[in-house]
């Protein structure tokens, strides 16, 4: 064999067991993305079924050709990890891992940055279709408006257990295109939930660069996000309530997020708001100006409104629906659905909108930075006093705070009380009382967190007859009475009419004078009486619920 047949020969070869290799060779997961908190660089991620090198390729158009590199395995299950650095903030990059698949993705913005939008969602957890439907349309929306292909938080419980089956089969769905492409696009980053369990294989596939256990933080543009791990002690005095402490008083950024699982404020109806975060996190938050919490944990949206601050719960993202109670503390909204975050800083204020997988808007509020809020004024309206009609010993009463308002913005919520006890949400409410007096308080909340309250009485009478009276004049056994008298006696509570009747028998048969209907304690008759006559007297008073009548007095009428 000659030398150049030789040649041809090992080539041949080469270039068969190269293509064998490919061949046999598949993709298992990714490729994806992870932001580390460089706005220079972009984690790009992917795992085979072979133990092999890759080239990965990236630029700024799909020549990719600003760079290339070949990509070894790191660990023990053909992952490969690279990052694709020595890039310009806030510029978007094409990348190719070669045979593969391929992506895209926008560096952070520039620390000077006064403006970003980004996106969030969380509990993906156990149905890869619904996820589906939900990433779609956060793909729809950088489609139409490409400055949100930036990051993703995700709010925690990304899948149902911590299993390198339920990795594959609920979050990398090879199968499932939106996802696919989503992680290829931008990058999440997230919190571990308690279907996280102890986070092996969360680590595995999602190796942040943490503090330590599952907490760290990082910058984006304007915005500084803390990532809270509440699977570790976090009280005071804990090493990671004392990184925390230091990280917030540290960074300069205008705009503060907080995101872990388990929220302080949600709307029950699946787990029970947490009570440390309220007890240790929230005094944090508050000194430090944190202006956005971020949870999951309840399977809905909701918000509340704490000192100022908003407390979102976003737990729509693929796993089975809670139903939200709009009752709970501090809560201005909630929603029962699949949905995701839009979040647009632009300089002095933040844009909320949440958004349902159809497109459809949850709501929509701002916050502003600089601006002195001021509150709503409470008018829970006039006091009331009912009368139990149908003797059931309670009577429904219209609460109505309609007159209420907000100076500079709109109210929210209103949540009618008595005691600790909420009777109603709503501006007008109907609400059934117990015979007897109640203090009712109605507190309302404007859409920046402000409150107000203002209170009213309602008094709920027994249906009674009418109270007892006396008759005045003439007095009983009077002698010498004008043939013309005027009759008067005490008025008569709870009375609607009066009636008189005159006789000259003490039975008050044959009455001179029989008048029904009167409406005051007072009545002067036409009736010319007869002289020298001893009379006979009695008022009876009546309501709608019965009638009291006084004793009989009796007079004598002068010649």
Same mark, same amino acid.
């Given at each position: 064999?000659n030398t150049k047949t030789f040649g041809r020969t090992v080539g041949a070869l080469l270039l068969f067991f190269a293509c064998s290799t490919s061949a046999l060779a598949a993709i298992k997961k990714g490729p994806y993305l992870v932001y580390e908190g460089q706005n220079t660089s972009m984690d790009v991620l992917w795992q085979t079924d072979v133990?092999?090198?890759?080239?990965?390729?990236?630029?700024?158009?799909?020549?990719? !050709?600003?760079?290339?590199?070949?990509?070894?395995?790191?660990?023990?299950? *053909?992952? *490969?990890?690279?990052?694709?650095?020595?890039?310009?903030?806030? @510029?978007?990059?094409?990348?190719?891992?070669?045979?593969?698949?391929?992506?895209?993705?926008?560096?952070?913005?520039?620390?000077?940055?006064?403006?970003?939008?980004?996106?969030?969602?969380?509990?993906? $957890?156990?149905?890869?279709?619904?996820?589906? &439907?939900?990433?779609?349309?956060?793909?729809?929306?950088?489609?139409?408006?490409?400055?949100?292909?930036?990051?993703?938080?995700?709010?925690?419980?990304?899948?149902?257990?911590?299993?390198? /089956?339920?990795?594959? !089969?609920?979050?990398?769905? %090879?199968?499932?295109?939106?996802? *696919?492409?989503?992680?290829?696009?931008?990058?999440?980053?997230?919190?571990?939930?308690? *279907?996280?369990?102890?986070?092996?294989?969360?680590? &595995?596939?999602?190796?942040?660069?943490?503090?330590?256990?599952?907490?760290?933080? +990082? #910058?984006?543009?304007?915005?500084?996000?803390?990532?809270?791990?509440?699977?570790?002690?976090?009280?005071?005095?804990?090493?990671?309530?004392?990184?925390?402490?230091?990280?917030?008083?540290?960074?300069?950024?205008?705009?503060?997020?907080? =995101?872990?699982?388990?929220?302080?404020?949600?709307?029950?109806?699946?787990?029970?708001?947490? =009570? /440390?975060?309220?007890t240790y996190l929230q005094p944090l938050f508050k000194q430090y100006g944190v202006d956005l919490v971020v949870n999951g944990h309840n399977h809905y949206y909701s918000r509340a409104v704490v000192d100022g601050m908003q407390h979102i719960t976003t737990g729509g993202g693929g796993a089975p629906l809670y139903t939200p109670d709009p009752t709970y503390p501090n809560i201005v909204a909630t929603?029962?659905?699949?949905? +995701?975050?839009?979040?647009?800083?632009?300089?002095?204020?933040?844009?909320?909108?949440? $958004?349902?997988?159809?497109?459809?808007?949850?709501?929509?509020?701002?916050?502003?930075?600089?601006?002195? %809020?001021?509150?709503?004024?409470?008018?829970?309206?006039? #006091?009331?006093?009912?009368?139990?009609?149908? $003797?059931?010993?309670?009577?429904?009463?219209?609460?109505?705070?309609?007159?209420?308002?907000?100076?500079?913005?709109?109210?929210?919520?209103?949540?009618?009380?008595?005691?600790?006890?909420?009777?109603?949400?709503?501006?007008?409410?109907?609400?059934?009382?117990?015979?007897?007096?109640?203090?009712?308080?109605? /507190?309302?909340?404007?859409?920046?967190?402000?409150?107000?309250?203002?209170?009213?009485?309602?008094?709920?009478?027994?249906?009674?007859?009418?109270?007892?009276?006396?008759?005045?004049?003439?007095?009983?056994?009077?002698?010498?009475?004008? $043939?013309?008298?005027?009759?008067?006696?005490?008025?008569?509570?709870?009375?609607?009419?009066?009636?008189?009747?005159?006789?000259?028998?003490?039975?008050?048969?044959?009455?001179?004078?029989?008048?029904?209907?009167?409406?005051?304690?007072?009545? @002067?008759?036409?009736?010319?009486?007869?002289?020298?006559?001893?009379?006979?007297?009695?008022?009876?008073?009546?309501?709608?619920?019965?009638?009291?009548?006084?004793?009989?007095?009796?007079?004598?009428?002068?010649?």
């Amino acid at each position: 064999m000659n030398t150049k047949t030789f040649g041809r020969t090992v080539g041949a070869l080469l270039l068969f067991f190269a293509c064998s290799t490919s061949a046999l060779a598949a993709i298992k997961k990714g490729p994806y993305l992870v932001y580390e908190g460089q706005n220079t660089s972009m984690d790009v991620l992917w795992q085979t079924d072979v133990t092999e090198s890759n080239v990965i390729r990236w630029g700024t158009d799909t020549s990719y !050709g600003l760079g290339q590199a070949t990509s070894v395995e790191y660990g023990t299950d *053909h992952q *490969h990890k690279f990052a694709v650095a020595g890039l310009q903030p806030g @510029t978007k990059y094409y990348y190719q891992v070669d045979g593969y698949g391929s992506g895209s993705f926008r560096t952070a913005p520039a620390s000077s940055a006064s403006s970003v939008k980004i996106l969030a969602f969380g509990d993906t $957890r156990t149905y890869p279709a619904d996820q589906e &439907k939900v990433v779609a349309r956060m793909r729809a929306v950088y489609a139409a408006d490409p400055a949100y292909q930036t990051l993703s938080l995700h709010s925690g419980d990304w899948v149902a257990g911590d299993t390198e /089956t339920d990795w594959t !089969g609920q979050w990398f769905v %090879n199968t499932n295109p939106q996802m *696919h492409a989503f992680q290829a696009e931008v990058p999440i980053d997230g919190v571990r939930g308690n *279907h996280e369990g102890a986070g092996v294989y969360f680590k &595995k596939y999602y190796p942040y660069p943490y503090a330590s256990d599952f907490y760290w933080s +990082y #910058d984006y543009g304007p915005v500084h996000v803390a990532v809270i791990d509440q699977y570790v002690t976090y009280t005071p005095g804990s090493a990671e309530y004392n990184w925390l402490v230091n990280d917030l008083a540290s960074t300069t950024k205008p705009w503060k997020i907080v =995101t872990f699982h388990e929220p302080g404020w949600s709307a029950g109806g699946g787990h029970a708001d947490n =009570t /440390t975060v309220q007890t240790y996190l929230q005094p944090l938050f508050k000194q430090y100006g944190v202006d956005l919490v971020v949870n999951g944990h309840n399977h809905y949206y909701s918000r509340a409104v704490v000192d100022g601050m908003q407390h979102i719960t976003t737990g729509g993202g693929g796993a089975p629906l809670y139903t939200p109670d709009p009752t709970y503390p501090n809560i201005v909204a909630t929603d029962q659905s699949h949905h +995701y975050l839009e979040l647009d800083f632009q300089n002095a204020t933040l844009t909320l909108t949440a $958004r349902r997988y159809d497109g459809s808007v949850i709501e929509t509020f701002n916050v502003t930075h600089g601006a002195t %809020n001021l509150p709503p004024v409470a008018n829970a309206g006039p #006091d009331q006093t009912v009368v139990d009609a149908d $003797r059931n010993g309670v009577e429904s009463v219209i609460l109505d705070g309609s007159a209420s308002y907000d100076p500079d913005g709109a109210i929210s919520t209103y949540r009618w009380d008595e005691g600790s006890s909420t009777l109603a949400t709503g501006a007008t409410a109907a609400v059934d009382f117990a015979t007897g007096t109640h203090n009712v308080s109605l /507190t309302v909340t404007d859409n920046q967190g402000a409150t107000a309250t203002d209170s009213a009485v309602v008094t709920v009478q027994a249906a009674a007859a009418p109270g007892a009276f006396t008759l005045l004049s003439p007095a009983n056994g009077k002698g010498q009475v004008s $043939r013309t008298p005027s009759f008067d006696w005490s008025d008569s509570a709870g009375a609607s009419t009066y009636a008189i009747v005159v006789s000259t028998h003490s039975d008050l048969s044959l009455p001179v004078i029989n008048q029904a209907g009167l409406s005051s304690s007072s009545f @002067t008759s036409g009736v010319t009486l007869a002289s020298k006559t001893t009379h006979y007297w009695k008022v009876t008073a009546t309501n709608a619920y019965g009638s009291t009548s006084s004793p009989v007095f009796s007079f004598t009428t002068k010649r």
